[in-house]
C-alpha cells in the first residue's frame, strides 16, 4: 500500500504541475491594453512629428531659375476665374496645385511677392518644383500648342514691371511657404 500511495501522490503532483502549465500558457480573459507609459511615449512621438511637420511646411520652398514673360492678356480670365485688369498682381505657374499660393520672386536687387492666380505657362500639369525638374517648356512639350518661349513662370504688367523687367528674363521664384501636409510624399 505504501507503493501504491507513493504513486498516488507523485500522479498528483504531476497532474497539479501540468495544470499550473496550461494556465500559464492559456490566455486570459481580460483585454489586453498597452500599458501607459506605451500611450504617453507614442503621444510624445506623435506630436514631435507633427510639430516638425508644421515648422517644415512654414519655410519657403527651394529657389527656382527660371525664364518669366510676361502674361499680358487683359480682359481675359484667370484660372481662378479673375478678370485681368492693367493693375492685376499675380503670377501663374503650370500646374493648378499651385494657385492660391504665395511666391516671392527675385530679379536682381527686386524682391516682389504675389499670388498665382492662373495656370500656365504653355502647360497645365508640369509641377517642375516639386521633383526639383526644369519646365517642360524647356524641353519643348506644351499642353495645347509648342511652346514659342522656355518660360516657367508667368507675370501679370504689374509685377513685370515691379521687377524692373524690359523683356523676358531669367527671375528667381520660390514659394513663401510650403504646404502643410502630414505625411510626406513618398
Excluded at 499651385?98 to 492666380?117: N, P, T
Excluded at 528674363?169 to 504646404?179: I, K, T
Aim: without cysteine; glycine residues 8%; positive net charge.
Amino acid at each position: 500500500m505504501g507503493r501504491q500511495d507513493g504513486r498516488a501522490v507523485s500522479g498528483l503532483k504531476s497532474r497539479a504541475h501540468d495544470a499550473a502549465v496550461i494556465l500559464q500558457v492559456m490566455p486570459r480573459h481580460r483585454h489586453h491594453r498597452p500599458s501607459r507609459w506605451k500611450l504617453v511615449a507614442l503621444a510624445i512621438v506623435a506630436s514631435g512629428f507633427l510639430g516638425w511637420r508644421i515648422y517644415a511646411s512654414r519655410q519657403p520652398g527651394t529657389w527656382q531659375r527660371v525664364l518669366a514673360t510676361r502674361e499680358g492678356q487683359i480682359g481675359d480670365v484667370t484660372a481662378t476665374r479673375m478678370r485681368i485688369r492693367a493693375d492685376s498682381r499675380f503670377v501663374a505657374l503650370p500646374h493648378p496645385r499651385a494657385l492660391g499660393k504665395m511666391v516671392e520672386l527675385r530679379y536682381g536687387d527686386r524682391v516682389v511677392v504675389a499670388k498665382v492666380l492662373d495656370v500656365g505657362p504653355w502647360n497645365i500639369d508640369d509641377a517642375y518644383w516639386e521633383h526639383d525638374a526644369r519646365p517642360a517648356s524647356e524641353r519643348g512639350r506644351g499642353a495645347y500648342r509648342t511652346p514659342v518661349n522656355t518660360a516657367g513662370i508667368d507675370l501679370s504688367d504689374p509685377v513685370f514691371a515691379e521687377l524692373g523687367l524690359r523683356d523676358n528674363a531669367v527671375v528667381e521664384w520660390r514659394f513663401v511657404h510650403q504646404d502643410f501636409t502630414i505625411l510626406p510624399a513618398l
